[in-house]
């Protein structure tokens, strides 16, 4: 059954500019508020209870990374802007999840929206945005459900592997960005392994029915990564040559380090998008000769039938002068002509190799 497309602008018609409201379907009841504070000597994890806690984080003396999980509490989520100071179209683009990979920069914060994507159990491509806000001393994170792929950044910071805890805030939006790109090669690497094993099945004749359903299946999982990544090149483009305080200049060479990714990732959902076009020329071709050997065994068919309807119809007339009907062996003798015109008609069409 298809899958009914979800308008989720409706929810924001004629509503004011900045009006906080979220437009997802991901509904969690308790927001969810992990803390890690960190410099080079220490790290504290800790879940807050509720976000007025977060409050104070704002002016410490370590580096913050705030992570919110739960966009439906939009409340809580316009509590957390106003006392940073966030623009109300920040908060109102964080809990609209329709929107584009962008980054926005603003005196004391920049705000990057980025997109998530993973597989399910069932195979199911998902989409899920997540939102950076980076200000002088911390990154807070939104996101709409529990799963993410940030535990090795987790990790880093528990067990301080690498620079991570030695660096400023900008460092940390580095490597929370980074690992999302990392994760995009997981789903490209799933992608062109469904597509090859289509491929294979095609090439093998192993197709059902279902196999052109599961070609577009592919075709709108591939325009939908493609959609996700072409704008993150703008995204990391920008960040990379920003001029803001809060981009050191040594970080905007990791930066362009995500770029390299970014191409590559790029480069194969072009490729794979011009396979699943072969695919779907290889998928009508291989078709199309079923059809055509089934045209030709029926064709085949009738051409034998041909002269024998001819012969059955000249002796089936009801005439009383037709001399053969009165002789003795009339009838072995058409049945015997008729068995030397399909054995004939067979061996033609063998030798022409239409068989």
């Keep these: 059954m298809p899958r009914k497309r979800v308008y989720r602008s409706k929810k924001k018609l004629g509503q004011a500019p900045g009006t906080v409201v979220y437009t ?26 509720s976000v007025e806690e977060s409050f104070n984080l704002k ?34 683009d964080i809990v609209n999840i329709a929107q584009r990979p962008k980054v926005d920069e603003y005196d004391d914060y920049i705000f990057v929206v980025l997109k998530m994507l993973n597989y399910t159990q069932t195979q199911q491509l998902e989409s899920e945005q997540i939102s950076f806000i980076i200000g002088k001393n911390y990154v807070i994170s939104f996101q709409e459900a529990e799963n993410d792929v940030f535990d090795t950044v987790r990790n880093r910071l528990r067990h301080a592997v690498g620079r991570i805890r030695q660096m400023h805030a900008d460092y940390l939006l580095y490597a929370l960005i980074d690992t999302v790109i990392d994760h995009y090669f997981g789903i490209i690497e799933t992608l062109g392994d469904k597509i090859e094993d289509l491929e294979s099945a095609i090439f093998s004749g192993e197709i059902d029915k279902s196999a052109g359903r599961t070609i577009q299946d592919l075709k709108r999982e591939v325009l939908r990564v493609r959609r996700t990544i072409l704008p993150i090149r703008e995204v990391i483009n920008k960040v990379e040559k920003s001029h803001h305080a809060l981009i050191q200049k040594q970080t905007t060479t990791y930066f362009k380090d995500i770029n390299d990714h970014i191409s590559q990732v790029s480069e194969n959902i072009e490729i794979y998008r011009e396979m699943i076009w072969s695919l779907m020329e290889m998928y009508m071709t291989t078709i199309n000769n079923k059809m055509n050997e089934i045209m030709k065994v029926l064709t085949i068919m009738a051409s034998i039938f041909i002269p024998l309807t001819f012969i059955t119809g000249v002796y089936g007339m009801n005439f009383h002068n037709i001399p053969e009907l009165h002789y003795k062996n009339g009838y072995y003798v058409v049945w015997v002509t008729m068995a030397i015109i399909v054995i004939a008609m067979l061996w033609y069409f063998r030798r022409k190799k239409w068989l």
Excluded: A, M, S
Aim: aromatic share 10%; proline share 2%; with cysteine.
């Design 24 to 49: 997802g379907d991901r509904l969690k009841d308790e927001l969810d508020l992990v803390v890690f504070e960190y410099n080079k000597d220490t790290c504290i994890e800790k879940n807050l209870k």
């Design 59 to 92: 002016h410490t003396d370590t580096i913050t990374w705030l992570n919110l999980n739960g966009l439906n509490h939009v409340k809580d989520i316009e509590k957390l802007g106003y006392h940073f100071g966030f623009h109300p179209l920040v908060l109102e």
